[in-house]
């Protein structure tokens, strides 16, 4: 099992910046790429990101695509997404996820088996 608890959420101007963490704990040697999906009030749970755990294999969702970046330490068991450029449709409650073995389809929910309680991220226009 692996445990994954995200932090850094919170109320922002558009155009400001945040970054969020992701903690994660237990058998993390069994991880393999971690993701960052978002889900907005009555939307379905959308891919923002995701990055190989070892390092590598970054890709971003076009909508946040050169205003995000998403990183790991993997000393610190931790994965962040550096949120720039904040846009008020950018407001969401933020997950962070694990897969334990190698994935075809990054960007899909179903292929990542660990998931956070998630963070609230809002920001005001």
């Known amino acids: 099992q692996v445990q994954l608890v995200e932090s850094g959420g919170g109320l922002v101007q558009a155009g400001g910046s945040l970054r969020l963490s992701c903690l994660l704990s237990g058998r993390t040697f069994s991880t393999y790429r971690m993701g960052w999906f978002r889900q907005a009030p009555g939307k379905e749970r959308e891919f923002v990101a995701t990055i190989i755990w070892s390092g590598g294999g970054t890709y971003y969702a076009d909508s946040v695509k050169d205003r995000f970046t998403i990183s790991r330490d993997n000393a610190k068991n931790t994965v962040y997404l550096q949120m720039n450029s904040l846009k008020a449709e950018d407001t969401a409650v933020y997950y962070c996820?694990?897969?334990?073995?190698?994935?075809?389809?990054?960007?899909?929910?179903?292929?990542?088996?660990?998931w956070g309680q998630g963070t609230q991220v809002t920001v005001s226009s």
């Open positions: 996820a694990a897969s334990e073995g190698i994935i075809l389809n990054i960007r899909s929910r179903g292929a990542y088996n660990y």
